[in-house]
């Protein structure tokens, strides 16, 4: 049986541009939220967020493929990832450009990251802004396939806060149904007006460090980035390959906003990605949580583990570390994942002096064994919850 | 895929030869609402935005009488009312106190979310928002979803998006629509430097297998990407040959002309394959918008339905860079 492998991936977040970056700060427990530099906002004095540490410009001296032609920051990000994840699995632009290569990306706002310019524009009190193009969910996408040539196949899927994990599952499907050979998958967002107001009007943006599991947690903080990994096929897999083992897409059907005590969703969608995944579930190692820090999101969550384990896991939430990066979110801790996986290690939780004491489970920092299977969550607004799995090749 | 049923709330097009009455004061054609009332609960239709309102109006009635294994949607913007409301709110408040009813209403994965809350589905649950190939997207969804999970034998899969001011203004700052005083009743055929815009709501119950009530079904469904027009008619012609068709099998070509001219020489160059072929241009009823291709399906059963013999009816367009076919069959009876 033909197994979807992980082929390559690329990252950029509040940890910094790349893969390494990312983990070097995992490894020394440096969180990279704080006060933003770059994001314009009345929030930004006063509340944490993770930003991506470097402004448009600096952003775009790290492309090694030149700016993308509509030049949003939500672009720059995405094609910053993407670039990464096509040069670490070795991708060739023949392959690139093949009819049996296809993308599927996310995001929730896209170009809305320049409210103020989608603002003028759309009631028309300027000229045509240098976005107009931009602000369509599906144009950074549509700048990358322009860019690399990918004719293959598109797709954009926008289902809130697990729009990659999605993108991820779809793209696995593709590749099993032989449909495609290869498929890049992941997602973008930055910080945007749009998004911190909606967030704050919904009362759950902790102003302070989110604190993901602590029996103190307020709210969640905001973050930025893009992740996408390349998937490919194969029957025969090498020893450490990752692989995509399981995966599932489930509705929690109880409100638009939030998730339901009873966690429905969250727990169909661990124990469908299990059974995708032929596992039984302590054969999990780590979970990487969806973990925003809301009260409502890490109560649920946390209820999920103990109906589907029997003893849960050690899990954590990295959003400790990089913020609520919304379609990004997803991609970026299937990275995380991943590199749990080839490093044999997991990180400090942050800012959880207190964890929830309802549950018998404590998070468990810095996991350091052989690990073989990590559980990934992502549950977004619409009650769209998704889970899942990556293994190792023994 | 089979398709059992089909609902649309579309455009009004008056039956008369001048449309200036219309276009004198919206510029496009808006939907003609239908009553909601007994359809969508009347304490959650005071909050919805209006791509939710008639997404809902077009799925509850089939998501009520059938089981439904997966919930698909494809739609290029979703609420975007909502969403530059919710905009204007952040810029004219100085980002003060906000209430969130537009933020949540203008996801566009709001929909799905809103049909699985009111029929307690927890079923797979996806939203595609990939400009004019959404649609597309959420067919092909689909297709995997039946492929690899033996428990979806059925879904809900939906076409909806709504003109706001917003959106019309933006998207004819960037040239997809035009702002006509008024337009000719063939407009389809005209040369503007646009499209003329519209909006709409399509829903689908279709099932994996057939059934003793349709026979119609999604045969194939091929998206293209940056292709230049010699690759769209090599895609049209390749994909006949992967189904063992030749170009007379085609009884029925429907194309999405939209009166803008840098369109028509693909059309003309796709329509020239199928001189045999009854020929329909479906945008000359619910005119331009993202997601169209969910009408021109909906045609498609409508037509089909009607057929006694094997028939094939086959669904081109393109817009923004991005190419599509539908093949729908008919099995005889």
Redesign the interface.
Known sequence: MSQVYVAGFGIVSALGIGAESNLKHLKKGVSGIRKPKYFH???AENYHFGEVPFSDEDLIRHLSFGPPENCSRTNILAQLAFEEAIQSAGLSTSELSSFRTGIISSS?VGG?CN??D??A????FQD?SQF??T????NH??EL??KF????????????CSSSA?AIM?GT??L??NQLDCVIVGGVDSLA??T???F???RILDPAWCKPFDESREGLNLGEGAGYLVLKKSAILEKNTLYVNGYA?????????ATSEEA??PI?AMQKALVKAELVPNQIDYINAHGTGTPNNDRTELFAFSQVFDGIPPYSSTKSYTGHTLAAAGAIEAIYSLLALRHNETWKALNNPTPIEHFKAQEKDNLQKEIHHVMSNSF?????CSSLIFSKVV | MYIQEANHIGIHVPDSDDLGNIFLENKCFLVQEPDYTGIIPSNILRRMGKAVRLGMGVALPIIQKYPVDAIIMGTANGGLEDCIKFLNQIVEFEEGVLTPTNFVQSTPNALAGQLAILTQNHCYNNTHTNNALSFENALIDLKLQFEDHENIQNAIVGAVDEISTYNFTIDCLTGIFIKKDQVAKNWVLENYKGAIAGEGATMFYLTKHSNNTSTIKIKAISVGLLLDEHEISENVKELLLKHQLSVNDIQFISTGRNGDERYQSIYDQVEALFPNAALNHFKSKCAEYKTATGFAVYEAFQTLQKQTKTSHYLIFNTLNQRQSLILIEKESN
């Open positions: 906002s009345k929030y929730t809305m409210t103020d989608l603002y524009d759309a009631n028309e045509p107009i193009h602000y369509d969910n599906a996408a549509l396939a322009k040539k990918i004719k293959g196949f598109m797709d954009v899927i926008n289902t809130a999605n779809l499907q593709l099993l149904s007006k749009y911190v107001n909606g704050n009007s919904l897409n489930q509705n929690d059907a109880f409100h638009p906003s429905h969703g169909l977004g607004f619409g009650g769209n």
